[in-house]
DNA sequence: ATACTCCGTTAACACTGTTATAAAATATAA
DNA sequence: TTATATTTTATAACAGTGTTAACGGAGTAT
């Protein structure tokens, strides 16, 4: 009874085949243009066909953020492997981070969710650059006061800003609960070793 | 002439009403269901009259971006005044922001573009436990060899992951360009800092 | 009173995700 | 081989979405 097994396998190919024809398509026009109408006429088959194969449009992207992880792992780690002492590693593995996401910009902005308004946008909003201005005049007087006082107080505010920006997302996206302000240890923790070395 | 300040007047008004029906909606359900025509149904007025006021969705949308990076802004620079020397400053700073962050969520998710991938949807990628298990592990033995062996390398991976996340999303919102790997001052910046820190 | 400019409407276009229903193709049993 | 049962595929629809063209009517200006 070879018939079973072809079926098996033919519904695997076409698996295959809608998530090979939905990659191009992101690809080409990125997340928000993709749709389950355009996946169909790219395999050459009717729209209700997706959905024997995925419950909705959701799962087909879950799929898509999954080999994310799985390719962000691997990765991270052989960078990870390359090195032999513990610094090197974890400076390597920030590298191997950096790459994937710029490499795969589709994934990563998949995996976490990222709109991503564009830079017309961003610049199109004159309130961001005060928001800038005013934490920069801050890290200026900081830097100041330090025993560095030749940093860029641009770059530093760049990492000030990523790093709160940074805790803020993981923190909303791996937990939806509504959080004490007052119990924070990871701010804590990055924000004053942010300032330490600051001032060092 | 008292009639074109009248119609100014209610042309004003009709704005500021369709950005108060917007955000009612908006806390109701999230910025993903707000539509054109539940708007024009709150302020019980057709759907092209929004048209006239704004030249499209976006356009609504960049009206409120603007609005968080004021409030934004103001609340994190009162909490830059009520503190005195630098170091209270940057870390009262950073509170406020994380402060804004969560009382606002709304807001900032649309500021930053965060589609934000629900809670439920995180779980259900095993792939990322992974991806946490294989960084803990690498930190967990840089901790032992560090002065303070009690620290607790969740914690310490909780951070790293923020700084490197909000490092890629800042680095992707604000320029568009691709960017040499080789050539990301802000990523050494921030990382060796955390190394640095970790190992003292 | 006539012409004209707004303001607001209805109705449509071109999309989207999803699904009920019907038909065609295939597999099984007689 | 024929007839029945099953699976696979397609058509067409539902309920939405953003956006806009075309039309009506009220108020203003000549």
Redesign the pocket.
């Known amino acids: ?1 070879g ?2 097994e ?2 098996l396998r ?2 695997e190919e ?1 698996r295959t085949a809608i998530l090979e024809a939905a990659w191009q398509l992101v690809l080409a026009d990125g997340w928000q ?6 996946i ?1 006429e790219a395999i ?9 194969h995925f ?4 799962a087909i992207l879950l799929e898509f953020t999954r080999q994310g992880f799985q390719q962000l792992t691997q990765e991270v780690e052989e960078a990870c492997q390359k090195e032999s002492d513990v610094a090197s590693q974890l400076e390597a593995m920030a590298q191997a981070y950096w790459n994937f996401a710029f490499n795969h910009q589709e994934y990563y902005q998949l995996m976490f969710g990222l709109g991503i308004p564009t830079c017309e946008t961003v610049n199109r909003v004159a309130e961001m650059k005060s928001f800038s201005h005013m934490v920069v005049e801050v890290l200026r007087r900081a830097i100041a006061r330090s025993s560095h006082p030749e940093v860029d107080p641009w770059l530093k505010f760049h990492t000030y800003w990523s790093i709160l920006h940074g805790l803020v997302s993981i923190q909303m996206i791996s937990k939806q609960a509504i959080v004490d302000p007052r119990n924070q240890p990871v701010l804590q923790d990055a924000v004053s070793g942010f300032v330490k070395l600051l001032q060092s």
């Open positions: 009874m018939i079973a072809r079926k033919q519904k076409m243009s993709l749709s389950i109408r355009k169909a050459e088959y009717s729209v209700p066909v997706i959905y024997h419950e909705n449009k959701d």
